[in-house]
């Protein structure tokens, strides 16, 4: 059963210690996958990539799949930015 996580508006190193508790939590209760749904993210940050390759590292060592579906306009751009599209698998979104 895939379990699903709406990521925030503001990813942000304001809510840098809520989020990666908050992510940390989910994970340990998927089976298998986590959907991120990134389609609200409005504000990225440094630190919000970093909890966010720090997540995809831990999910991969716990062999839990961690899609990234439907992400922001904000959030994909940044991400092809930084040249790490590849890092995620990214569903949802038109090629």
Same mark, same amino acid.
């Given at each position: 059963?895939?379990?699903?996580?709406?990521?925030?508006?503001?990813?942000?190193?304001?809510?840098?210690?809520?989020?990666?508790? +908050?992510?940390? +939590?989910?994970?340990?209760?998927?089976?298998?996958? #986590?959907?991120?749904?990134?389609?609200?993210? +409005?504000?990225?940050?440094?630190?919000?990539?970093?909890?966010?390759?720090?997540?995809?590292?831990?999910?991969? /060592? /716990?062999?839990?799949? #961690?899609?990234?579906?439907?992400?922001?306009?904000?959030?994909?751009?940044?991400? /092809?930015?930084?040249?790490?599209?590849?890092?995620? /698998?990214?569903?949802?979104?038109?090629?």
């Amino acid at each position: 059963m895939t379990a699903r996580l709406a990521l925030p508006l503001a990813f942000t190193v304001y809510q840098a210690p809520d989020l990666q508790r +908050q992510l940390l +939590q989910a994970l340990d209760t998927a089976h298998g996958e #986590l959907m991120l749904d990134g389609a609200e993210v +409005q504000q990225l940050d440094g630190a919000g990539v970093q909890i966010l390759l720090a997540l995809a590292k831990e999910a991969q /060592r /716990r062999d839990i799949a #961690l899609p990234l579906h439907a992400p922001s306009p904000t959030l994909l751009d940044t991400l /092809r930015l930084l040249g790490l599209t590849g890092r995620f /698998r990214i569903v949802g979104v038109a090629a």
